[in-house]
């Protein structure tokens, strides 16, 4: 959750916000990109652990190194696919709307995600973690 709020606050500084009043030059286009960067690399590390033991949970009969690579190609091809769609959306809303509307709208579009998934999924891991201290 704390890298898509960093993330967040990375596409509003990337976009020079204008709600947030952050001014457009380039000493904040790339301080947002270097905060993105950061983080981004903390959504995507814990991701594949977690996806490692969810499906050693449903499948315990595959070894190792079958579930990893498996997992591994899954991933993989899920970022591809998004590495594909994201330019083409992003170009499109960009045309559609101008840089920094479009900025705002994915910030907010990772604030709404990581809200539900706070609400759905990430209160039952941050209470359960509590009760095994």
């Not at 020079?16 to 993105?36: D, M, Q």
């Not at 995507?44 to 591994?72: F, G, R, T």
């Not at 840089?99 to 999924?121: D, K, S, V």
């Amino acid at each position: 959750m704390l890298g898509y709020s960093i993330a967040s606050l990375a596409m509003f500084i990337v976009g020079t916000s204008s709600l947030f009043l952050i001014p457009n030059n380039p000493e904040a286009v790339v301080l947002g990109l270097a905060f993105l960067g950061f983080g981004c690399g903390m959504i995507n590390i814990p991701v594949l652990p977690d996806m490692i033991e969810s499906v050693e949970q449903v499948y315990p009969a595959l070894n190792d190194s079958e579930l990893n690579n498996h997992i591994s190609g899954l991933f993989i091809a899920c970022q591809g696919i998004g590495e594909t769609i994201g330019p083409i959306f992003g170009s499109t809303a960009a045309n559609l709307y101008g840089f920094r509307h479009t900025q705002e709208i994915i910030a907010f579009t990772l604030m709404t995600y990581m809200i539900l998934y706070f609400l759905f999924c990430g209160r039952t891991q941050i209470f359960a973690f509590n009760k095994t201290e």
